[in-house]
């Protein structure tokens, strides 16, 4: 404890004084530095060895004020009290954030020796920090991309096994996101997403009981319900989330359930008269009507049993009806991925993989199907057969016995049969990757102009007009895409690459950005945000207004208040590397190299070399890394890694994350109980580089992991041997550093040429495959042949990998990380020294000389392997040759031979920092030292000495919660983001001609709605909030609306989406289509048939005004009544004027427009209106 409180008084008494301040270039932004003295970080060779000065960030000031402790230093951030209380908030975090600081570097305290441990000074390569080894960039808020709000921040795959999230839908109101998983569904609110959540990561969220994979989802705004289909062929009704709040803890259950398909749900869609349509697989798509969904909603307690009996027996097979029609086209056949509603020509698109379809919603009638490339099928009419005919096609299907091929060698006929084989493969292959199935369709939205969108596989995008006729086509990115989203005169697309592209309608890119990690799988539009989720389950926000002038607002401001939400991490690795030789080891041994530092470590990383060779062996291996099978590792290796794991006390103490063996090579983490749960995202890789790069006697393997949000990989390597090997050992780094790869997503580049040399591969196996027999038959030695063919063969297909793997905007996997170590057998000798120098200066300890021999230093300093990298000074003497069982410096290798002894077990690495001065935060997050470096000469079970390296780890992440918190509040009080916002979220004046129409039998009535401003483009939207029944002039029941605000069937209003150019009128019909013929299906066929009388229905239609760039509306509403005798006219709401004028054969009576500025006034207005 005396030491503690030394070590304490040391930095505090350092922090009083007044050094000389150093500054550092950090840009726009430079800080108020303070300095005391610490580790040593300096570079090896060109620095004395010693301590240096680091630097630390003066928090208790903020640069750009003048008002020194309370001073908040963000533009619009309040006046009086209130500036205050946030400058004195600020300043406590500043002070919370030098706080721990100070007890991060107080762990680096050693009791034992009651002083601070010293980081061993290192050398660095040259060449780092450009091309392919430039570092990643890492800031609070990325240059150059818009600032999001992290929803559901990434989570470590290992706690998402079972619950993925795999959909996401919004509901109309913005306040309750929606998503399906593996296990059911989860809803949050949105609104309280700024929140404080204390010490919570995610907002809050709400979760359903476990169900059965959630494979769609779609929202009901009107019923204020959410459908969802699953994988177990059910759809299921869930309410929205008011109903939740109460018991927020208790997995909320369904209110309905029924089995939909036999197979899964794979979509669903309500249709513009509100009926619900579900996809399955083989073209299956039902049809579940309003009628019925209503009788079972409005069931009491006590039926409610029923409820699911009567949906399901009401459903309309349109497949069956189709194939009953006699008609046969390929959409019958194909999943039904996608389900659209065109809600201006009440029409709903159906797409699989390779093709579309258009279907009437109103009669559900297959109108038209399209191939790939837009062209309209014939719809084949199947035509009975008769008896004869039927017969006579059997019987000539009957396979015909061919004759004998007497004339014909076996020879011959073996090798047609290879050659015929092959291109086969080719063909079927060819299509699969250049052909068609890169075009398969993976997205289908419809624009706010009533033009459809598709996104295909290839990343090419095509623009269709209402009924399937191909407009537009372009392309901007190689990667597949996703999914595709709209919102106002934006379309946004998300890829596989998680690449996010922003378009206008008229197919122009508009802004593009790295939205996630991994893949964008789904989108949906929120209050005011469009929201993204992930593959890894993370979901991000990003403003409807982005790309804009806002972003560099926020940008700004989140960038000078890093420190208030930024947290610090300081952790340990132990990295050991050791080749075995083909041996095994006692425990002893294990504890000499590992145990013995793993108790104060936090993670330890092994990577051993030659654990097992042979040609037979490295064969096999070679085969399994072909075909990707059996990558669990050998016995040999499993033993090892079992030995390790009770060295280490596995299971008690730490915990195995992951592990991979190629061959000879294998590579083990190991994490402590304590930062378990911080660690994951587990990957691994491997890379040959033997035998043309197809063998794994040489090459690497890798394990990547997230640690607190930022990225560590670890990479095992075994390099070419021999003295003279130094081009073939820059080599093999230079391979393994661009081609490992640990989950890089395919573009189309990547899948033709892997498909491409797979192909030639499998050509040339089999062709060298006929030569082995034919030679053999010949009584021909084919070894040499065979081999060479192989070889060749696997090289080529590994270069054209190489080159496929890395595009001219992409990196190398291993430079997107925050921090690599590199560890293993690099076999770098030393140069010009003989065998009895080295002898004698290891033995006086001379070991500067001798590394100015070291051929890795040398190359690192010629910046031509390891470019970037660092090894820490090496006081340990060379690891290689060593006789087995010989202790101590005698015994190097003294046979016939006489190796000259060298450093070729090493440990280098890289991290976040450009410079050796560069400190630990949100720019550069990860910052490493060595602590200790050096080898176990005391272990002799092989001819290497194991090494082992101890680095100390400052980590700096983000605050999820008081990031999401501190976004929030600088949207409410910047004045400048106000001011921009409310521009950018006006919603443009509009009057509408009436809102009173009469309609009698086919009637046409025109409605206009002006859009009075002069600059803005207005877009209208028509939804039917409900229809009632009227009796003797009076409304006799309330609006009950349709599913998702659906028409009634006796309805016609076209268009209900558009956009209003300034100062211009739209015009929208609305049609009385006549009597509603209705049908009740019973278990698929037409029970009753019965003609409704509407004449004394009423619907309420309700026309949303909005801008572009805004979710916030105008809501106008309009009362459509049906009636049959001219005296019945009037309506309830009207002031019958004496001038009122006759339109075709409408009475439309102009009564005074009620303005509603939004969703919550439509409902006041709702309760206030008049009805006698």
Known sequence: MASRDHAVDDLFSSLNSSPETRQLDFGHNSPNLISFDDDDDTNYGTTPTGTKTL????????????????????????????????????????????????????????????ECKQALPDIIGSGGGIGMFRLPIRAAVHPGWPPCVELRPHPLRETQIGCFLRVLEGTEGGRELWAGSECGVRVWDVKDMFDDGEDEVEVRFYESVKTSPTLCLVVDDGNKVVWSGHKDGKIRCWKMLKSYNDEPDVPFRECISWQAHRGPVLS???????????????????VWPWEAIEKAQLLTKEEKHMASLIIERSYIDLKNQVTTNGISCSILSADVKYLLSDHSGAKVWSAGPMSSALWDAYTRELLKVFNIDGLAENLTVMQDLTPEEEAKMKFSSYPKKDKTQSGISFFQRSRNAILGAADAVFRVAAKGVLGDDIRRIEGLIITIDGTIWTGSANGLIVKWDGNGNQVQDFQYHNYAISCLCTFGLQVWVGYASGTLHVLDLDGNLVGKWVAHDSAIIDMTVGPGYIFTLANDGGIRGWSISSPGPVDKILCSELSDKEL?????????????????????TTHDSLISWLGSSAKDVDIVAVGLQEVEMGAGFLAMSAARETMQLGLEGSAAGQWWLDMIGRTLDEGSSFQRVGSRQLAGMLIGVWASNDIRVNVGDIDVAAVPCGFGNAIGNKGAVGLRMRIYGCIICFVNCHFAAHLDAVRARNADFDHVYKTMSFSRPQNVVNASSGMMSYLFLSCLLALSSFSLWALYGA?????????????SAIQTGRIVNALGAMSVDELPELSEADMVVFLGDFNYRLDDISYDEARDFISQRSFDWLKEKDQLHIEMKAGTVFQGMREAAIRFPPTYKFERHQPGLAGYDSGEKRRIPAWCDRVLYRDNRTDSLDICNLNCPVVASILQYEACMDVTDSDHKPVRCIFSVELARIDESKRRKMYGEIIKTNSKIRRVLEEQFNVPDAILSTNNIILHDNDKSILRITNKSGEDEALFKVLCEGQCTIKDGKQASSHRPRGSYGFPRWLEVKPTIGIIEPNHIAEISVHHQGYETLEEYVDGAPHNCWCEDVRDKEVMLLVEVRGSCTTERKCHRVRVRHTHSLSDRSMPMEQKPDNSTRVQSNVLHRSDIKWLTGSRDVVDHLRDLHTP
């Open 779 to 791: 009584r021909l030695v084919p070894g040499l042949l065979f081999a060479a063919g192989v070889s």
């Open 268 to 286: 669903m869609v309500i249709s513009s008269y509100g009926d619900l349509w579900s996809g399955s697989e083989g073209g299956s798509i039902i």
């Open 564 to 584: 208030q939400y930024t947290k610090l991490e300081n952790f340990k690795i132990l990295a050991g590397t050791w080749n075995v030789a083909e041996g095994r």
């Open 55 to 114: 630097m630390v960030f003066d928090r208790f000031y903020d640069s750009s004020s003048d008002d020194g402790l309370y001073s908040s230093g963000s533009a619009g951030a309040g006046t009086g009290s209130t500036g205050g209380e946030n400058s004195v908030l600020q300043a406590g975090n500043r002070l919370d954030y030098m706080m721990q600081y100070l007890d991060k570097k107080l762990l680096t305290v050693d009791e034992t020796n009651n």
